[in-house]
């Protein structure tokens, strides 16, 4: 059974950072194509940022120079490192993992105050 765990949300005060966590059990996770999504409070759930089974990364223009995606594949751990933060950054961030089946998360909190 896929299990994905993230962590490391919390409050933080514009312009701080936070580094979130997916940890994974249940499949490698250096064989799938894994993203970050958000989703704020009324809104839709949008995509973040995406790592390939190669390592290639790609962003949303949002956040694009402030946040950076990465693997660990010794740890089978994908993190998210938010610099910059701002208040519109607040939402429940969500990791998704996609080989032949889709995971997600159950989701970290992250708040950003003003």
């Known amino acids: 059974q896929v299990q994905l765990v993230e962590s490391g949300g919390g409050l933080v005060q514009a312009g701080g950072s936070l580094r979130l966590f997916c940890a994974a059990s249940g499949t490698m996770l250096s064989n799938n194509v894994m993203k970050w999504y958000r989703q704020a409070p009324g809104k839709q759930r949008e995509w973040v940022a995406t790592?390939?089974?190669?390592?290639?990364?790609n962003y949303a223009d949002s956040v694009k120079g402030r946040f950076t995606i990465s693997r660990d594949n010794a740890k089978n751990t994908v993190y998210l490192q938010m610099n910059s933060l701002k208040p519109e950054d607040t939402a429940v961030y969500y990791c998704?993992?996609?080989?032949?089946?889709?995971?997600w998360g159950q989701g970290t909190q992250v708040s950003v105050s003003s």
């Open positions: 790592i390939t089974r190669g390592g290639s990364t």
């Open positions: 998704h993992a996609f080989s032949s089946d889709c995971y």
